[in-house]
């Protein structure tokens, strides 16, 4: 279940000079106030969606929302409006989706780096995570690196989801044999996404 909905927060509150109550009459009396709504979700205040206002009278306690305003008390409310500043923290949830999406793109920037660091230079345990076909998927383990050439040992499994790899790399999966390949076919491997992944 998903909480969501509004919530107003009081933010500024005029006295008003020359405004007259609608009900009793009474000139000054009304005070003006404004508050500020913004979206919550699991009553993490996510952003503002607008303001919304009213009036009350010090003498008659008579309220009016903006609607009901007449123009000279709506105009005043309005210049109220523009001014009242609210709350910095009804932004946290668009702040924490920011940070999400910066620290997101940081982590997948640091990740392609570290990866294109593992193909120019391999190691010896380091796991390939390729491509056979279309819903087939193996890994290969590097078994030993010479000047311009790596050895892989393949995995005898081979798995159809791509997220489900990891099953299938364990050691005894590995078959006895391994076979070359350059490190110039390696890199190309690796560009055209035929290798896809790389653990060490
Ligand atoms: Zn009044």
Request: net charge positive.
């Amino acid at each position: 279940m998903i909480i969501y909905g509004s919530k107003a927060v009081y933010i500024k509150s005029e006295q008003s000079k020359k405004s007259i109550c609608i009900s009793c009459g009474t000139q000054g009396s009304l005070t003006l106030s404004v508050f500020r709504r913004h979206a919550h979700i699991f009553w993490i205040p996510l952003f503002p969606i607008g303001k919304k206002g009213m009036s009350q009278c010090q003498h008659c306690k008579n309220v009016l929302k903006t609607k009901e305003m007449p123009e000279p008390i709506r105009k005043e409310y309005d210049i109220l409006k523009n001014k009242a500043k609210g709350p910095i923290w009804q932004f946290t949830g668009l702040g924490i989706l920011v940070v999400l999406i910066a620290w997101g793109s940081y982590v997948n920037g640091q990740d392609k780096k570290l990866e294109t660091e593992y193909i120019v230079s391999p190691m010896d345990g380091d796991i390939y995570e390729y491509k056979i076909e279309t819903n087939s998927y193996s890994t290969l383990k590097v078994t030993s690196v010479s000047k311009d050439s790596v050895f892989v040992s393949p995995n005898e499994y081979e798995i159809s989801k791509k997220s489900r790899i990891y099953k299938i790399n364990k050691s005894e999966n590995y078959s006895e044999f391994s076979y070359g390949i350059s490190k110039a076919r390696l890199k190309e491997m690796y560009e055209s996404g035929e290798i896809f992944d790389i653990n060490r």
